[in-house]
């Protein structure tokens, strides 16, 4: 199937907690995304820009008084569809990077599946185990406590934050979410997010990790693995992810994910 970022806003359109919760269009140049839930930069922020070069001033003007004004962190994103010179913008104004991905796509034909079982038998670990369960397992202690660990970031609260967004939008009858978490014999080592939409024609993948002592083992590769199971048995056409260029990208590459875009996010605190 042709997929663009164009495709993965339009999915982003179509979940209800981005209108319910609450949405905020400036002169029609921009979406942004405002959670009253919670306070993090990578859930509150801007996700679309579609205003001239000689307008950006004025509007990365007002969007960052708008956020401060709610005491709220967020994120700028940044695509090719978007004004060319917006990155600079952002960073002459104190904005910092803090995600450099591409956007991928994996097919899932039968020749692609195909392809991919055979890649993957080659980084089989029978040992692990895999296993499906929705938000709510994020909550547990343990859970949280790897997922941070295998950021190598102590701060558990952007775990938390994510989970109550998770809960929040499937309340009000948007996307659908899954954790898929890696075992050990009873210890978990990793850990993979999955949203589905029912209408979408695609799942989207998102934040896989695995502790450091266990990684080069075959666990991303099983996470992966399952999720890909689990999207091709609903009847999806693809899965498509967002990763980081230094390490989920090359692993997919590998696999046949193919680049549909880029996408970077740059910070700014609050005041």
């Not at 922020?45 to 709610?70: A, M, N, P, W």
Request: proline share 2%.
């Amino acid at each position: 199937m042709d997929f663009t970022a164009d495709d993965l806003f339009k999915l982003y359109d179509s979940i209800p907690t981005l209108e319910n919760v609450d949405t905020r269009v400036f002169l029609d140049k921009i979406t942004i995304y405002l959670s009253h839930i919670v306070d993090n930069a990578y859930i509150n922020g801007v996700y679309r820009t579609k205003c001239s070069d000689e307008e950006l001033d004025e509007l990365i003007d007002q969007v960052t008084e708008f956020y401060h004004s709610k005491n709220k962190q967020f994120h700028w994103s940044v695509t090719e569809k978007d004004p060319s010179i917006l990155s600079q913008k952002l960073q002459e104004r104190g904005f910092k990077e803090a995600v450099d991905a591409k956007i991928m796509v994996f097919e899932l034909s039968d020749e692609k599946i195909r392809q991919f079982k055979d890649t993957f038998s080659q980084f089989v670990n029978p040992k692990i185990e895999i296993r499906r369960d929705r938000y709510k397992a994020m909550y547990t202690k343990e859970v949280i406590e790897m997922i941070a660990t295998g950021f190598n970031d102590p701060n558990t609260d952007i775990v938390r934050d994510t989970t109550k967004q998770q809960e929040e939008s499937e309340k009000l009858g948007g996307a659908i979410y899954h954790q898929y978490i890696a075992y050990l014999k009873k210890t978990i080592i990793g850990w993979g997010a999955l949203m589905e939409v029912e209408e979408a024609e695609f799942n989207m993948l998102s934040g896989a990790v695995t502790l450091e002592e266990h990684r080069k083992k075959g666990v991303y590769s099983a996470i992966l693995a399952k999720r890909i199971e689990v999207s091709k048995k609903q009847g999806k056409k693809a899965v498509v992810i967002t990763a980081d260029v230094n390490t989920s990208a090359p692993i997919l590459e590998r696999y046949g994910f193919e680049a549909a875009g880029t996408i970077k996010e740059y910070t700014l605190s609050s005041k």
